[in-house]
């Protein structure tokens, strides 16, 4: 009964941004931390960002820090990923996810390129 649905996904050009969002339900939302993984074509998974369940403590990869930005509506069940100067190299699917339970969202495709 747990869901995880991203939305706001989509095709942007080299340096745009896109806000991605996270719906959850099913679960005590703000009871845990969350995170966004991201699978490139033909790649691995590549852990993005994580937030703490009270929204004051971020992560981020190497790859992202300094241009997406995690956040949290505990109110609204709902989990955010801010992405600024977006790269081709960022082109991937997107994951919603709470890694402590192993829930998974069925991701939302990201795509970047002129």
């Known amino acids: 009964q747990v869901q995880l649905v991203e939305s706001g996904g989509g095709l942007v050009q080299p340096g745009g941004s896109l806000r991605l969002s996270c719906a959850a339900s099913g679960f005590s939302f703000s009871s845990y931390s969350m995170d966004w993984v991201r699978q490139a074509p033909g790649k691995g998974l590549e852990w993005v960002s994580s937030i703490k369940s009270g929204g004051d403590s971020t992560y981020y990869a190497d790859s992202v820090k300094d241009r997406f930005t995690i956040s949290r509506d505990n109110a609204k069940n709902t989990l955010y990923l801010q992405m600024n100067s977006l790269k081709s190299e960022d082109t991937a699917v997107y994951y919603c996810?709470?890694?402590?339970?192993?829930?998974w969202g069925r991701g939302t495709q990201v795509t970047v390129s002129s």
């Open positions: 996810a709470k890694l402590s339970a192993g829930y």
